[in-house]
């Protein structure tokens, strides 16, 4: 089966906003940051289920190499991506 990922606005900035904080902190840290987000991206994409879910419907992925978590939800043939979420933030803002 095949799924569409759709990213809130929310999710875009956050991601835009690691990027730039990490080519900040050290140059091509940024483009390591966006290669594995895209990996568990692929990974969401293929197996959706396979992540915990943490909230009703609402699955997160945590990311390894960085402190960061996916919040996404499954909508039939569809992948919301909620947040990509800074895993020191209040957790209150996830979605």
């Given at each position: 089966?095949?799924?569409?990922?759709?990213?809130?606005?929310?999710?875009?900035?956050?991601?835009?906003?690691?990027?730039?904080?990490?080519?900040?902190?050290?140059?091509?840290?940024?483009?390591?940051?966006?290669?594995?987000?895209k990996e568990y991206l692929?990974?969401?994409?293929?197996?959706?289920?396979?992540?915990?879910?943490?909230?009703g419907e609402v699955r997160?992925?945590?990311?390894?190499?960085?402190?960061?978590?996916?919040?996404?939800?499954?909508?039939?043939?569809?992948?919301?991506i909620y947040s990509v979420?800074?895993?020191?933030?209040?957790?209150?803002?996830?979605?």
């Open positions: 089966m095949e799924y569409q990922l759709i990213f809130r606005d929310k999710a875009v900035f956050e991601i835009e906003d690691a990027y730039e904080f990490y080519e900040m902190k050290s140059k091509g840290l940024g483009k390591k940051f966006i290669e594995t987000v692929d990974k969401i994409e293929e197996n959706p289920a396979h992540f915990q879910k943490k909230l997160e992925a945590y990311i390894k190499k960085f402190p960061f978590v996916i919040v996404y939800e499954i909508h039939e043939f569809r992948i919301v979420f800074h895993t020191s933030r209040n957790p209150k803002n996830k979605n």
